[in-house]
């Protein structure tokens, strides 16, 4: 069976900084592009980040996405050894605060992603996810 797992969540104070991972099982996920998306309480999902694929493709996907909301504070890796994806984030503040979930999906183009034109809707796209982990920030 494949799966996806995040890992990473915490509670931190405003500033903080933590490093999410999402580890997949049962298939290798440098073949997939894989988005970062986070809800917070009464709000609905809004994508993160989107970073692209690593093996395949034709390298013409080459663009990290990143909301604006988290531009210059999140960076998005991965690990194609450990079939792991991260998404490091600094400088957190407490509109952070919500699950985070990581997807997979091998068609997604990141580089078609438009600033905040997308963030709602770009979780259509994928077709494969985690459970989530909890990030909370305190002012």
């Known amino acids: 069976q494949s799966h996806l797992v995040e890992s990473g969540g915490d509670s931190v104070q405003s500033g903080g900084s933590l490093r999410l991972s999402c580890v997949a099982s049962?298939?290798?996920?440098?073949?997939?592009?894989v988005g970062w998306f986070r809800q917070a309480p009464g709000k609905e999902r809004e994508g993160v980040s989107c970073?692209?694929?690593?093996?395949?493709?034709?390298?013409?996907?080459?663009?990290?996405f990143y909301a604006n909301s988290v531009k210059g504070r999140f960076t998005v890796s991965r690990d194609d050894a450990k079939n792991t994806v991260y998404l490091q984030m600094t400088s957190l503040k407490p509109e952070d605060t919500g699950v985070y979930t990581c997807?997979?999906?091998?068609?997604?183009?990141?580089?078609?992603?438009?600033?905040?034109?997308?963030?709602?809707?770009?979780?259509?796209?994928?077709?494969?996810w985690g459970q989530g982990t909890q990030v909370t920030v305190s002012s």
């Open positions: 049962g298939f290798t996920l440098g073949h997939y592009a």
């Open positions: 970073i692209p694929r690593s093996i395949g493709g034709d390298g013409s996907d080459v663009s990290t």
């Open positions: 997807a997979a999906e091998s068609w997604v183009l990141c580089s078609h992603y438009d600033g905040d034109l997308d963030v709602g809707t770009m979780a259509r796209d994928f077709g494969s």
